[in-house]
């Protein structure tokens, strides 16, 4: 599959995911690191701890691991409450045949491995993993920190089942945990440190090498955001303005698909993918003044969008602001 190759770096991570992502990675392994030292004194105390500040660090690490989920779930609720799909890190089959195709690959029954899309069963089961395990390890760890409640409540033998609960899920999400690492962090066949979770930003040869897919149809022209129901009598118009336009960027003549956008804007001015195929066709045209003015409007009334990121990184070329 054969993509541009003098792209910046993309855009993985927004502000808010990367600190969702490090309080939760963080205080992931902080818990999982200090749980072991509660039910080994001794080994903390070798380690220059008691019994006590290590039970406050492991709190702690949760607490931070909590309000890592947090903020993610609420952003989930918010792209939700916009009209976006939310779904798009659970698994599904196309993910199984992805992992049977892999493990064929790996195993030289063909010829090259599955060409991954924006997310793969890589990233999809470390985070179904994390999304039902964090809550049931944060629910059975605050009922064992507070045994006197859970007792009056449940009695000493729940307790007692409530905290190899807890134990149990910690063991669990470490396999999850190395898995996400592995993947996420390293590249396999040719390992080296991702710092995107630092700056949310991967390069873009490291995007064609591990997500080839996503990479093509980051190249497409123009890019399509998905389709938005018909809102008005003249829908039929609309669709057929935006299609003149998307014919004639792709050739190259964007001129006419400037026109043909606009002339869909005027029968729906709210239409966010006429808007943003609009500033890339400016943009692609030479004319960033407008490019600027179309992705800026449409960021405004839809910034949960799922090509917002690619509008993002559009105004950062043209020299545009960068919306949060």
């Known amino acids: 599959m054969v993509t541009r190759t003098d792209q910046p770096p993309v855009r993985v991570l927004e502000p808010a995911d990367l600190w969702a992502h490090g309080a939760a990675a963080m205080g992931t392994v902080a818990a999982l690191l200090t749980g072991p030292l509660l039910h080994a004194p001794a080994l903390a105390g070798r380690l220059g701890l008691s019994l006590a500040a290590a039970g406050t660090i492991h709190a702690a690490a949760a607490a931070i691991a909590g309000a890592g989920a947090a903020l993610h779930l ?10 976006h799909e939310t779904v798009g890190l659970l698994p599904s089959r196309a993910d199984l045949r992805e992992l049977l195709d ?43 920190g507070f045994p006197e409640a859970t007792v009056g409540l449940f009695g000493p033998r729940m307790l007692l089942t409530l905290a190899s609960v807890h134990e149990a899920v910690g063991l669990v999400l470490v396999p999850f945990l190395l898995w996400h690492l592995f993947f996420a962090q390293l590249q396999p066949g040719a390992l ?14 490291r995007v ?14 123009p890019e399509v955001g998905p389709a938005e129901p018909e809102a008005v009598a003249e829908a039929l118009s609309v669709e057929h303005f935006l299609s003149e336009g998307n014919r004639a960027a792709r050739d190259g003549r964007y001129d006419e698909a400037e026109a043909a956008y606009r002339e869909a804007l005027s029968l729906y001015p709210g239409y966010s993918q006429a808007l943003f195929n609009l500033g890339v066709a400016c943009a692609r045209g030479g004319k960033p003044d407008r490019a600027r003015e179309a992705l800026t409007r449409f960021l405004e009334q839809d910034p949960f969008n799922p090509v917002a990121p690619k509008a993002r990184q559009i105004l950062e070329e043209i020299g545009g602001s960068d919306h949060a």
């Open 74 to 83: 609420t952003r989930v609720c918010l792209a939700w409450l916009g009209g």
């Open 102 to 144: 892999a493990l064929a690959f790996g195993a030289y029954l063909r010829p090259s491995p599955p060409v991954w899309g924006r997310y793969s069963y890589r990233e999809k089961v470390p985070y179904l993993a994390f999304g039902l395990g964090l809550p049931l390890s944060f629910a059975t760890g605050y009922a064992v």
């Open 192 to 205: 080296f440190w991702n710092s995107a979770w630092l700056t949310g930003r991967e390069p873009w040869s």
């Open 208 to 221: 064609v090498r591990t997500r080839p897919g996503w990479a093509a149809s980051l190249t497409a022209a």
